[in-house]
C-alpha cells in the first residue's frame, strides 16, 4: 500500500504521560499535514510542513504539542503530559504542491486513536 | 477564518433514493473545494474535487456536486443510492490565497437501507 500510514492505530494512556505517533506520507508529496477530530466533528488544523519545514501551527497546537519532519519525509507528532481533553483521532495527510499553485488534494491516513485515561 | 457548514448531520435513506447533501462555506474569495467519504473503519477518501471550470463536477462511484459561487454552496448529490454508499461524508474548502489548509465542514452521516 502506497498511501499515508500511521502508526500507531490506537493508543491507549494514562493522564500526564507523553505520547507520540508517526506519520509516513506518499513518498513523493512535499506537504505534509495534522488534523485532528473528534467526534461529531470534522477534522481541524493543526499544522503543515513543506517538506522539513513547519510553517503553520493552529493555536489548537498548544505548547505540550511537538510536531518534526526531521528528513522532509516521515513525521512525528509529539503530546506531553496528555490530558483527557487530548482523547480524539489524529489525523496525517500529505499533498504534492507544485510552485505557487493551491490546486492540490489531500490523501489521509487512517489516524492514530488516542484516548487518555 | 473559513468556516463550512453542513447542514445535515445524519441522513437515513432507502435504496435507489436521491441524494443531496448540503454545503455552504463562508469565504468570499476564490475556493478550491472538495468531498471526502469515510466509510466504516477506513480512511477518508477524496470523492471529488472543483478548482476551477465547469461547476458541475463529476466524482467517483456516480457523485457528482455543482459549485454555486452566489449561494457559496457545493452540494453533493447522487441520483440513486445503494447501500454501499452508507458512511460519513466531509465537505472541505481551502481559500486560494491560504491553500495551506483544509477546512471540514461537521460532517453528514449517510445510513442506505436495504
Known amino acids: 500500500d502506497t498511501g499515508v500510514s500511521q502508526n500507531p492505530r490506537h493508543k491507549i494512556t494514562k493522564r500526564g504521560q507523553n505520547v507520540t505517533f508517526r506519520c509516513d506520507p506518499i513518498?513523493?508529496?512535499?506537504?505534509l499535514y495534522w488534523y485532528r477530530q473528534t467526534l461529531g466533528q470534522g477534522p481541524e488544523f493543526l499544522t503543515y510542513f513543506q517538506n522539513e519545514a513547519q510553517l503553520e501551527k493552529s493555536r489548537l497546537l498548544s505548547d505540550r504539542f511537538s510536531a518534526e519532519r526531521p528528513k522532509g519525509s516521515f513525521s512525528t507528532l509529539e503530546i506531553q503530559r496528555t490530558e483527557q481533553g487530548d482523547s480524539a483521532m489524529y489525523l496525517c495527510a500529505s499533498s504534492l504542491v507544485r510552485g505557487r499553485s493551491g490546486n492540490t488534494e489531500a490523501f489521509f491516513g487512517q489516524g492514530t486513536r488516542l484516548t487518555v485515561v | 477564518a473559513q468556516s463550512v457548514s453542513q447542514h445535515n448531520h445524519h441522513v437515513i435513506l432507502s435504496e435507489a433514493a436521491s441524494l443531496e447533501l448540503g454545503c455552504n462555506y463562508s469565504y468570499g474569495g476564490t475556493v478550491n473545494l472538495f468531498w471526502y467519504v469515510q466509510y466504516p473503519g477506513q480512511h477518508l477518501q477524496l470523492l471529488l474535487k472543483?478548482?476551477?471550470?465547469?461547476?458541475l463536477v463529476k466524482g467517483i462511484k456516480g457523485f457528482e456536486a455543482e459549485f454555486i459561487k452566489s449561494k457559496f454552496s457545493f452540494n453533493l448529490r447522487k441520483p440513486s443510492v445503494q447501500w454501499s454508499d452508507t458512511a460519513e461524508y466531509f465537505c472541505?474548502?481551502?481559500?486560494?490565497?491560504?491553500?495551506?489548509?483544509?477546512?471540514f465542514g461537521s460532517g453528514t452521516k449517510l445510513n442506505v437501507k436495504p
Open positions: 472541505a474548502v481551502n481559500a486560494q490565497y491560504n491553500f495551506n489548509k483544509f477546512y
Open positions: 513518498s513523493e508529496h512535499n506537504r
Open positions: 472543483y478548482f476551477s471550470g465547469d461547476p
